[in-house]
């Protein structure tokens, strides 16, 4: 582990003591595996299970959609893997409600998901399905007619193989702009996830939501995450990934 990460991990650990929070907050993650590993940015199914428990035993709930101020977890996983799908016993067992945001133009794909999968996914009543836009580019950088194309045909493909309306959508590499928030509210996704730290009802526009990775974080990194301890990366992040 570099210099940089090390302080990282302390100042997370430090700010987790120091703002032990119960707020709601949304955590995701892009795959899990247990034996074969379809991309590198994959969480063991060990490692996902010790974070199932962690946030069981910390007194959080695990719902699909939050609704109270504190004391709710929602799950997701961006990009729609082939592992999640292999892997979907350990969901049905721990009974744990996850939304995947999914790249329509990745189904299919070596590593993701067939569009068969996806509906047998969607028929899951653990499983809600949004949308991850049609082919995972830098949303700040498109036109408004090409960035139109991308929301809406997502959307559309989407809409299609689940025969329900997606109203949800995340921003690829958490990239977003205020235009992509209005051309994304104007299509019809309600709630749009961005991959800014920090509490559930502190939302960066209305419509916009904050989330945390936590894909590789270690069991200590992780308590300390649930409790607020990443929210002081909010400013780097902004910064980051945010175009005005
Ligand atoms: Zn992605």
Not at 233 to 243: G, P, Q, R, V
Request: net charge positive; aromatic share 12%.
């Amino acid at each position: 582990m570099g210099i940089a990460n090390k302080i990282k991990n302390s100042l997370i650990y430090i700010f987790g003591m120091i703002y032990n929070s119960r707020n709601s907050k949304c955590i995701f993650y892009h795959d899990i595996h247990s034996d074969s590993c379809f991309t590198n940015m994959s969480t063991s199914s060990d490692l996902f299970e010790k974070h199932i428990s962690i946030i069981r035993k910390s007194g959080f709930e695990i719902v699909s959609e939050i609704t109270k101020e504190k004391g709710q977890i929602s799950i997701s996983f961006d990009d729609g893997f082939k592992g999640f799908y292999e892997n979907i016993e350990v969901i049905n067992r721990l009974k744990i409600p996850i939304t995947i945001f999914v790249v329509s133009s990745y189904l299919g794909e070596e590593n993701f998901i067939t569009k068969a999968q996806l509906k047998e996914l969607h028929n899951n009543p653990l499983i809600t399905i949004q949308s991850h836009t049609h082919t995972h580019p830098d949303l700040t950088l498109l036109s408004s007619e090409k960035l139109e194309e991308e929301l809406r045909k997502s959307k559309q493909i989407l809409d299609e193989i689940c025969g329900v309306e997606i109203n949800s959508i995340c921003f690829p590499k958490g990239l977003f702009s205020k235009k992509v928030v209005e051309i994304a509210t104007k299509i019809g996704y309600i709630s749009q996830y961005s991959t800014l730290p920090g509490n559930y009802y502190n939302e960066v526009f209305p419509t916009v939501k904050r989330r945390s990775l936590v894909q590789f974080s270690s069991e200590k990194e992780f308590c300390s995450i649930l409790k607020g301890g990443d929210h002081f990366l909010n400013y780097w992040y902004t910064k980051k990934h945010f175009s005005r």
